[in-house]
């Protein structure tokens, strides 16, 4: 049965497992496959089940549908664990763009990867590269790359990606030519402020600019509190 919202035990377990508790997947709303129980399958391409009846939740599911029928680059913000892929992911599943979704965390690779993680490289070009590679915005070519901590990247890294965004051609590391040009839609997601960022000299304005045509905010659990009994029922059972 749902947890009682008022009790304190409750409120606990829903922070552990609908606000993360560093596990993979671990977070707000959750991707499940139709008609199965499968939690938190952040990796599944199909069906993605938000769970909540609020107000909140209700205008954030409205607005999924909204910017889903566009190809309008989307900044998704909010604290950690709220669910930004998953709302990144609900928007991919609802739009034309369904079969290629390709999530990239910007935090967790180094600069020196990321450049490749992101553009490929060719056989070669730095030691290891023992052979050529696409890179994650080839392989997302008429699909979405997601990028998560978008604030974390390098003032080095943002111009690079700024140059993508305006071309849309791909610039291979060690290659002497560009390669194709991808359509790709972009969509990108941080914990951070972006403003006092750019403040700060920290983030390109103009690269804010680009990825911010679409806002949305992820609201965290204590501002949908009458969610809880769901989500908890939701982990549990």
């Known amino acids: 049965q749902p947890v009682d919202a008022t009790d304190p035990l409750a409120f606990r377990a829903a922070r552990t497992f609908a606000i993360g508790d ?5 977070g707000a709303m959750s991707c499940a496959r139709p008609g199965t129980g499968t939690r938190a399958a952040m990796r599944y391409n199909g069906h993605v089940q938000m769970i909540g009846t609020s107000q909140v939740m209700a205008d954030l599911k409205a607005e999924i549908e909204r910017v889903a029928r ?17 709302v990144a992911r609900a928007i991919n599943a609802a739009s034309a763009r369904v079969q290629t979704f390709v999530p990239v965390n ?4 180094p600069e020196t990867l ?10 070669g070009s730095f030691t ?5 590679k696409p890179g994650k915005l080839e392989m997302a070519d008429n699909g979405t790359i997601f990028l998560d901590e978008i604030g974390e990247m390098t003032l080095r890294m943002q ?9 849309g051609e791909i610039q291979k590391v060690g290659a002497e030519r560009l390669a194709k040009a991808t359509n790709v839609r972009v969509m990108a997601a941080t914990n951070r402020n972006l403003q006092d960022l750019i403040s700060q000299a920290l983030f390109r304005e103009d690269l804010f600019y680009r990825i911010n ?11 949908r509190r009458e969610d809880i009994p769901l ?7």
């Open 231 to 237: 989500l908890v029922d939701h982990f549990l059972h």
């Open 22 to 26: 560093g596990r993979p997947g671990a």
């Open 159 to 167: 111009g690079l990606l700024l140059r993508f965004l305006e071309t």
């Open 128 to 132: 290891g590269a023992y052979r050529d």
């Open 114 to 123: 990321l450049e490749s993680e992101l553009f490929g490289h060719v056989k």
């Open 106 to 109: 910007c935090a967790g690779i």
């Open 213 to 223: 045509v679409i806002h949305l905010i992820v609201p965290p659990l204590r501002e």
């Open 70 to 86: 566009s190809d309008a680059k989307v900044l998704i913000t909010g604290e950690s664990g709220t669910g930004k892929e998953v």
